[in-house]
């Protein structure tokens, strides 16, 4: 296995694992995630790919086939009234497709994208994670996150 930074070739295979992040949300909460959809278009995925802001990394097999993404994003809070000064990197979105996933890769991409961070200075790494992701939330942890804030509702409706 290998870790590059994804190319515009890896698109097709990043949306397949896109479609499967999707329906993994929408079994948890059918009431936000629509069935089916993805996260970026085409055309959306070619910028990503392009901007320095926004690296995504690619767990690649020998055959150079992807096997696993990390999309992530530089934050930066400066001159703020309460917060220090910041930068981070936030992971948008870490997948390893559904086939293959207890191998280690995820943890790979984990590895790199930490690595990256602090080569870039960052002072840390943040992420998102669905309350009904439960074994998502159990990756993150093995990884050393721990709950920074807690995002609530109270649903109104349905």
């Known amino acids: 296995m290998k870790i590059r930074k994804a190319q515009e070739k890896d698109i097709d295979r990043i949306n397949e694992l896109l479609y499967q992040v999707c329906m993994i949300h929408h079994r948890g909460r059918p009431d936000l995630f629509r069935a089916g959809a993805r996260k970026y278009s085409g055309q959306q995925l070619v910028g990503i790919l392009h901007d320095e802001k926004t690296p995504v990394f690619a767990a690649v097999d020998d055959d150079d086939r992807l096997m696993g993404y990390a999309f ?19 992971i948008d979105d870490l997948c390893v497709d559904e086939s293959l996933r207890g191998k280690g890769i995820g943890k790979a991409l984990y590895r790199a994208v930490r690595e990256f961070a602090l080569e870039h200075g960052c002072y840390n790494l943040t992420l998102n994670v669905w309350s009904c992701n439960t074994a998502a939330r159990a990756f993150y942890e ?4 721990v709950p920074q804030k807690t995002v609530m509702e109270e649903k109104l409706r349905g």
């Open 142 to 145: 093995r990884c050393g996150f």
């Open 72 to 90: 992530c994003m530089f934050r930066e809070t400066c001159g703020d009234n309460i917060l220090q000064d910041v930068r981070t990197l936030y």
